[in-house]
């Protein structure tokens, strides 16, 4: 089956929204060529279980393209369809499993070393698509360092030379002024899924004027969704065929209802969310900084949040990766190593929320935690600069924040 | 194809035995290393021993291209045949194409104890030779996997408790273990012969292991112990910690970076007060690829190398030796597969790698 042929037929295995969906842009799809109608579709089957901001932005992407003058729209698609494929792939069931497709594509990309004019062919096209409207202030509030020697003069210095250093901050009422930036931020917008609170351990107690408006998760609330993904993993190590490939094949497939995931959580939505934050991301399963910063990438992917609050606490001390598998609760930590895991993730961070930002929206404080030092980027901020003097988040936030 | 400088250079050497004198080591970073974390600016702490011990020493290479596949074993075989293999990155399987090995050996009638692999990882026990006909196991490199001997040491024996050695006996995160494709023959030493290769005792392999802190410190261990007993013209190893990256890691990746650029070190210092490598070896020192920038939307930055952006693809290369000019930067685009091709036309044999001869390092 080609693309062209696709009927609205093809899609009654799809659940309600992604069916209805597909046939709304059933036009466009049969226009794309098999390099890139199975990775709409792969979006397009998980629509039901999506953040609503995702079924819009896919909406605005097929629209677009589908407005396109259809001389553009070939010229932009000929060099995807110029991708030599084989029998093998076009074979595939690639409507009912458009991930297994993908998967395979890429791989074939890979071998057949396709995968340079393929990510070409891929930007060119993408880059058709003009932004969406987006006046939304961000911001983005991240905590590091808990339990480690923060007396660097250097700590957090990849994102500090983006913006000011303040090294006068009141360490005592720290918390409390961030967690209120972060409610007085998260009032201005009532949109579900727009706050979130991510906690690599045990989190703080959000405002109550907030609480119901934000969402709150942490590494020890999820912790029985990622004891199953270890068992999975421990599963797949077990039988002495695992490698990266089959270990990432294997996870992806992993459907929430599998995890139990709604012991954890009742929405859907959220319950692929919190899913998949183990079954695509490395590291998500076995260190709390690699799971807060993957979060926070996937939260700027998909949900594009207003406001976010990230806490990075120490994760466990590395052991062999068989041994972190099989023995997931190990009570020894490393919080020097986290502090530097942690100043780099807050770092991408900070590119991962400017992606989706407008020009002069997003504001990032990064307090580095129980300590007088935290980073600000903003509009108002001048890169590479200090400041010592005394000040609270509250009167940083003042100063410098995007109104 | 043949490459005319490679042949015309091998040619003039046929039929006569190798310079005693050359011995050649090639060291890989399987693990990818971005420029960010060693050579760049902000990554020069990390590497001081390159930096300022090495480089003065050798000719550097800041444009080292790998066109291929970013897999580690499938990138590491291309590094050792010259030409961009294309087979499955996670079966652990003999190149298509004769490996640099072969052609040193096969040419220069080499004896089989003159060239080896070190590499920590399973999945590399196929890389000493290929499947190309006219070559394979009776020309290639033995293979020597420090950690699988390990862990047959800790199988057959009950001299230690394998929770001490837990750290060695894994994969990294990326790559837990390969499947291995199933061949007649391969090079790989085993236990058995540990003592007659190495004059190492299994005790005594162990006991070592026991004062080692990581995969990579235990293969130089066993590059210097094969250095005393048999003093090859030809070793390769690869250096494979700093992948732990994959796990998201930063602190631990660089800990590896760290560690490589120490490793580094004692190796040239190793082959400098040794005297069967004393001023007539080369060394290579190279990652397989780079890794995913930090800006990339398709990556995670350090964490993987999946986006094939140019900073995935770009790498260095520092090259030291008796005839390598000290101090020298070079700032001119080459890629990964030259290689065995640069190796061949120095030592006199030809190859038929598409990639040239780096005419700096002749």
């Known amino acids: 089956m080609t693309p062209d042929q696709l009927q609205p037929s093809s899609f009654d295995s799809y659940p309600p929204l992604a069916r209805s969906f597909a046939v709304e842009h059933l036009g466009l799809l049969r226009q794309l060529p098999l390099t890139v109608c199975p990775s709409f579709l792969a979006q397009i089957s998980d629509l039901d279980t999506r953040f609503p901001i995702e079924r819009k932005t896919l909406a605005w992407q097929c629209d677009s393209l589908a407005a396109l003058p259809q001389e553009k729209r070939d010229a932009l698609l000929a060099p995807l369809r110029a991708i030599a494929m084989t029998p093998e792939l076009e074979k595939l069931d690639w409507v009912n499993s458009p991930a297994v497709f993908v998967e395979r594509l890429s791989a074939h990309l890979w071998s057949t070393g396709q995968i340079n004019s393929f990510h070409e062919g891929s930007r060119e096209l993408f880059a058709a698509i003009p932004d969406q409207p987006n006046e939304a202030t961000r911001l983005a509030l991240i905590v590091v360092g808990q339990g480690a020697d923060t007396s660097r003069a250097s700590i957090l210095s990849k994102l500090a030379r983006k913006g000011v250093r303040l090294n006068g901050v009141n360490p005592a009422i720290a918390q409390q002024q961030l967690l209120e930036a972060f409610a007085r931020h998260a009032a201005k917008e009532k949109e579900a899924y727009a706050h979130w609170y991510v906690d690599g351990g045990q989190p703080w107690i959000l405002p109550e004027s907030v609480r119901a408006s934000a969402i709150q998760v942490s590494y020890p609330q999820l912790s029985p969704l990622r004891k199953r993904v270890l068992q999975r993993m421990q599963g797949i190590l077990n039988t002495n065929q695992a490698n990266a490939e089959k270990m990432r094949s294997d996870l992806a497939v992993i459907a929430p209802n599998e995890l139990r995931s709604e012991q954890v959580v009742s929405d859907p939505i959220l319950q692929r969310f919190y899913t998949e934050l183990f079954t695509s991301g490395s590291g998500t399963q076995i260190f709390s900084t690699s799971f807060v910063q993957w979060a926070g990438r996937e939260l700027a992917r998909r949900a594009q949040p207003h406001t976010v609050l990230l806490r990075y606490t120490p994760r466990q001390r590395h052991r062999g990766f068989n041994e972190m598998v099989s023995d997931p609760e190990s009570k020894v930590l490393d919080p020097e190593g986290s502090l530097v895991d942690a100043e780099m993730n807050a770092y991408y961070n900070w590119i991962e929320m400017g992606r989706i930002a407008a020009p002069g929206k997003l504001t990032v404080l990064a307090w580095i935690e129980g300590s007088s030092k935290a980073v600000m980027v903003s509009p108002k901020t001048r890169p590479n600069t200090v400041s010592n003097q005394a000040v609270t988040i509250e009167q940083a936030m003042a100063s410098f924040a995007v109104a | 194809?043949?490459?005319?400088?490679?042949?015309?250079?091998?040619?003039?050497?046929?039929?006569?035995?190798?310079?005693?004198?050359?011995?050649?080591?090639?060291?890989?970073?399987?693990?990818?290393?971005?420029?960010?974390?060693?050579?760049?600016?902000?990554?020069?702490?990390?590497?001081?021993?390159?930096?300022?011990?090495?480089?003065?020493?050798?000719?550097?290479?800041?444009?080292?291209?790998?066109?291929?596949?970013?897999?580690?074993?499938?990138?590491?075989?291309?590094?050792?045949?010259?030409?961009?293999?294309?087979?499955?990155?996670?079966?652990?399987?003999?190149?298509?194409?004769?490996?640099?090995?072969?052609?040193?050996?096969?040419?220069?009638?080499?004896?089989?104890?003159?060239?080896?692999?070190?590499?920590?990882?399973?999945?590399?026990?196929?890389?000493?030779?290929?499947?190309?006909?006219?070559?394979?196991?009776?020309?290639?490199?033995?293979?020597?996997?420090?950690?699988?001997?390990?862990?047959?040491?800790?199988?057959?024996?009950?001299?230690?408790?394998?929770?001490?050695?837990?750290?060695?006996?894994?994969?990294?995160?990326?790559?837990?273990?390969?499947?291995?494709?199933?061949?007649?023959?391969?090079?790989?030493?085993?236990?058995?012969?540990?003592?007659?290769?190495?004059?190492?005792?299994?005790?005594?392999?162990?006991?070592?292991?026991?004062?080692?802190?990581?995969?990579?410190?235990?293969?130089?261990?066993?590059?210097?112990?094969?250095?005393?007993?048999?003093?090859?013209?030809?070793?390769?190893?690869?250096?494979?910690?700093?992948?732990?990256?994959?796990?998201?890691?930063?602190?631990?990746?660089?800990?590896?970076?760290?560690?490589?650029?120490?490793?580094?070190?004692?190796?040239?210092?190793?082959?400098?007060?040794?005297?069967?490598?004393?001023?007539?070896?080369?060394?290579?020192?190279?990652?397989?690829?780079?890794?995913?920038?930090?800006?990339?939307?398709?990556?995670?930055?350090?964490?993987?190398?999946?986006?094939?952006?140019?900073?995935?693809?770009?790498?260095?290369?520092?090259?030291?030796?008796?005839?390598?000019?000290?101090?020298?930067?070079?700032?001119?685009?080459?890629?990964?597969?030259?290689?065995?091709?640069?190796?061949?036309?120095?030592?006199?044999?030809?190859?038929?790698?598409?990639?040239r001869c780096i005419e700096e390092l002749r």
């Open chain 2, 1 to 355: 194809m043949v490459s005319a400088t490679s042949f015309s250079s091998g040619l003039a050497l046929t039929g006569s035995a190798i310079r005693p004198a050359d011995k050649t080591i090639v060291v890989t970073f399987g693990g990818g290393a971005r420029d960010e974390e060693t050579f760049a600016e902000e990554g020069q702490a990390n590497i001081p021993n390159l930096l300022h011990t090495l480089l003065p020493q050798g000719t550097f290479f800041t444009q080292v291209r790998n066109a291929g596949i970013l897999g580690h074993y499938v990138a590491t075989a291309s590094i050792v045949t010259g030409v961009y293999e294309r087979f499955n990155n996670f079966i652990a399987q003999p190149p298509p194409n004769p490996t640099l090995f072969e052609y040193f050996r096969r040419e220069l009638r080499r004896p089989e104890t003159d060239a080896w692999v070190i590499a920590p990882s399973n999945g590399f026990q196929k890389i000493g030779s290929s499947s190309a006909r006219g070559f394979g196991p009776q020309f290639g490199a033995g293979v020597i996997l420090p950690k699988r001997l390990l862990s047959a040491a800790s199988r057959n024996t009950n001299l230690f408790d394998n929770d001490q050695l837990q750290h060695f006996l894994q994969d990294n995160y990326e790559m837990p273990s390969y499947d291995i494709s199933a061949t007649a023959q391969d090079n790989e030493m085993h236990l058995d012969t540990l003592e007659s290769t190495l004059r190492l005792s299994v005790q005594d392999f162990v006991k070592h292991a026991k004062t080692l802190d990581s995969a990579d410190e235990l293969s130089i261990f066993i590059a210097k112990r094969l250095m005393d007993r048999q003093a090859p013209s030809l070793m390769m190893l690869t250096l494979h910690d700093m992948d732990v990256a994959h796990s998201g890691a930063f602190s631990l990746y660089i800990d590896a970076i760290q560690r490589a650029d120490r490793l580094c070190a004692e190796l040239w210092k190793a082959v400098q007060s040794h005297p069967e490598y004393k001023d007539r070896t080369t060394v290579y020192i190279m990652p397989d690829f780079g890794r995913d920038a930090d800006d990339d939307p398709a990556g995670n930055g350090f964490q993987h190398h999946r986006t094939g952006s140019a900073m995935a693809r770009t790498t260095w290369l520092l090259a030291l030796g008796p005839h390598v000019r000290q101090n020298t930067v070079v700032d001119r685009a080459i890629e990964s597969i030259d290689l065995v091709p640069t190796i061949g036309c120095h030592l006199g044999f030809s190859t038929n790698s598409p990639g």
